[in-house]
């Protein structure tokens, strides 16, 4: 099989091209910063970020004036508060960031239309709401079957999709445990495909828990090996998410000089994530995950 390995600079620079629709996704768990501040470092301009829940990594990605467009489902810091760089892009005048909204099942729908290779996805979710007053990309169709009238979403395919896996080896073949978002969707809708993972294994230790693998081998273009790529989210097993930094961050983000100041410091200051946790002293000791391991099962035949 092909040693898909690369370096994260190599790979963001072959497959990540300005005008990308590009998607970083995971839900709370397994967010890929590490992806995201290399885009960052990379200066890729014109950008249309694409997530079910744009977090930190966004609004560090709207700082740094990589975006465009932003199509999403919710924006926030998760129970904290706002996103700054996010909110000052969308309230000046005029905007600096282009939305386009849908509900967080709406975006699953795009992801598994483009999965699917179908041009849209029907639902029910917006009953009651005023989302497709402001998204003109929602529309309504009828069901052959019922004549029931639906909601229908618009397929997403992504240009490069970028995937934070526990594990995963050389020629790909990705396995994560734990929270789950809608990665696997979102893998298979798009055109090119980044593993990011904490951990480089044999295929025989792929081979002995198969059902684990989430995103196939067939589907990645580059397996980019970077632990500790997600803080301050988290991977299961390895690390825990860092609330301190949550907490932290929404006082850095709400001035820009500081939040410029950190962008400077702990993202264009260094070359890698090996340069991120070095500016970091401490932070693998105090998150580092104790063990607790699942019984296996038997595959044996």
Known sequence: MKNKVLSMKDAVAAFVKDGDTVVIEGFTHLICFAAGHEIIRQG???????RLTP????????????????????????GVGSLHAF??????RPPRLELEEYSHFGMVARFSAGAANLPFWPLRNYEGTDIPKANPRIKTVDCPFTGERLAAVPALRPDVTIV??????????????????????????????????????DEAVIRQDPNRTLIPGLQVDAVVVEPWGAHPSYAQGYYDRDND????????ARDEATFKKYLDEFV????????YMAKNPGLAERLKAKPRVC??????Y
């Open 295 to 300: 019984a296996g099962v038997s595959y044996g």
């Open 164 to 201: 934070h896996a526990q594990r995963a080896d050389t020629s790909g073949n990705a396995q994560v445990w734990g929270l789950m978002g809608v990665q696997k969707e979102a893998a298979f809708a798009s055109k090119k495909v980044i593993v990011v993972v904490e951990e480089l294994v």
């Open 87 to 92: 909110r000052r892009a969308v309230e000046s």
């Open 55 to 78: 977090d930190l990594v966004y609004d560090q990605m709207i700082q740094a004036g990589v975006a465009r467009k932003l199509v999403f489902s919710w924006a926030g810091n998760p």
């Open 268 to 275: 264009y200051g260094v070359k890698d994530r090996a340069g």
């Open 245 to 252: 930094f949550y907490t932290a961050w929404d006082k850095i």
């Open 44 to 50: 890729r301009k014109d950008l249309t970020l694409a």
